[in-house]
DNA sequence: CGTACCTTTGATAGAGTTCAAGAACGGTGG
DNA sequence: CCACCGTTCTTGAACTCTATCAAAGGTACG
């Protein structure tokens, strides 16, 4: 339902004359960007998803050994010694770099499905850490397996995905006010909720406003505040980490600035 | 000279008692991200690199096919199939990502032994666009040798550093103030000139302050203002797109909010 | 069942943007 | 070689968005 729905919601006309794009004439989809492989149903994708795993779905599989990880415990340290890579069974994960005097931030959410710890492969050691924000379980993939042809092809999409990721927060973080943020990080969520085939557009945050305000560069109090106001817009409904997105066309408008 | 001598002037003392940090008790480097491949020299490199074929060089060799690139021309664009990759033979690229409304920002800056184009290989086509900031000169890897065992190993660790380079862009974006971003981009750009046999602490700015401001999230009038006040400070001598780093310490102090 | 953490909301202040205008630069052609 | 043009840079002034400070509920977990 998700997909289409959103999709068809959000068509467009196409717009006018900027040199730049992509010449087809076809109407235009409203995504932060768009996603070739999975159409509109991606338009989200980029803004949190490594969402390799889930599509090509290898590494899930049950040929690697799992470790638990309890809520608040982590997976992997900064500075850590990167001997494998872990794919999320179940369960959910922040991860975060630090700066010297003790500033950091939260670089990423992460869900069924989804990669973590390559940071750690060109150094053979972690950038950032990994938290697990519940009870969650990983599969174990070991660095040795990643010379394998078919691992290392998976990979090699997964990282890409990552690096589209990636170049979509830096989008979000330069470029978008905070009222823009909050709502491209919700329609993120949500549909990697759908896609994870958890909830439709009722989720619970495994996240504090405070975590929420780091990934997207805002103040905890700010975060709060548009929660509110996206409520008395009659955007979503929230009561503290139950969140439910009411109008998912509406709160596209407010991401991209279109005034209704 | 430059890495010693950097890695020296930066030395400091140990932070107490941060939990989550590692624990062996060496003294600490000041850099946004220790690489523990390079070391200190390395310290800027997360902010701006990709620095994995200038180390392991294999991208940039002679049998790859070349393709020049005029200033202002591009490499490719967004929503493009990506059937290469581009390794930087000499020259000065720009990426950028950019909203369906027009708004668009700096993702990255490239030069000499950097790749480009890695976000094309999920999904077979490009996220962000690639602009010549001046004329340059590219080696194509053809995505069907991405196959090959040699090379898919080095882009492993290319892709995981560029990971890498993501998280130091969005800790910037999301947690540094304005003074402080641009001193770590001058830092990562002046160490990147260096490590690319260019120059020593002074070089020519390829890109205009629109550009800079777009990548670390600021207007180009506060980038100006701030070109002038590091000027006031002693920091740097500009005048226009020449700049002259002088005091690497103060740079860094202003960086990590050290007060002195 | 109490305590620590999380969330909400208000008031204030500050950092950075925006608007505006002039100056400096660099490339082009006469 | 010089003059001209468009682009880029600098600097000022006013404004706005968001952070910060503060204090009061609410929740959840031990």
Known sequence: MAASQVATALLVAPQPGVASRSEAPQPRVH???R???????????????PCGAKHDGA?????FTRKRVKRAESLYRAG???DSLYAVCNGFFKSSVMLEDGRGQVTGFHMHGEVLGMDGIGTGSHAAEAIALEDSEVSIIPAARLQEPTLQRQ?????????VRAQAVMMMLGTLRAEERLAAFLLNLSQRFVEGGLSSNEFRLRMTREEIGSYIGLSLETVSRLFSRFQDDGHIAVRQ???????????TAVMLRIDD
Do not use: N, W, Y
Not at 38 to 47: D, E, M, N, T, V
Not at 59 to 63: D, M, P, S
């Open 155 to 163: 990979l090699q999409k997964v990282m890409s995905r990552e690096l």
């Open 80 to 82: 850590g010694i990167c």
């Open 35 to 49: 996603c070739p492989t999975h159409g509109a149903s991606c338009s989200l994708h980029a803004l949190g998803l």
């Open 59 to 63: 590494f899930a599989g049950a040929e």
């Open 31 to 33: 995504t932060l960007f």
């Open 241 to 251: 980490k139950h969140v439910r997105i009411l109008d998912v066309s509406g709160l």
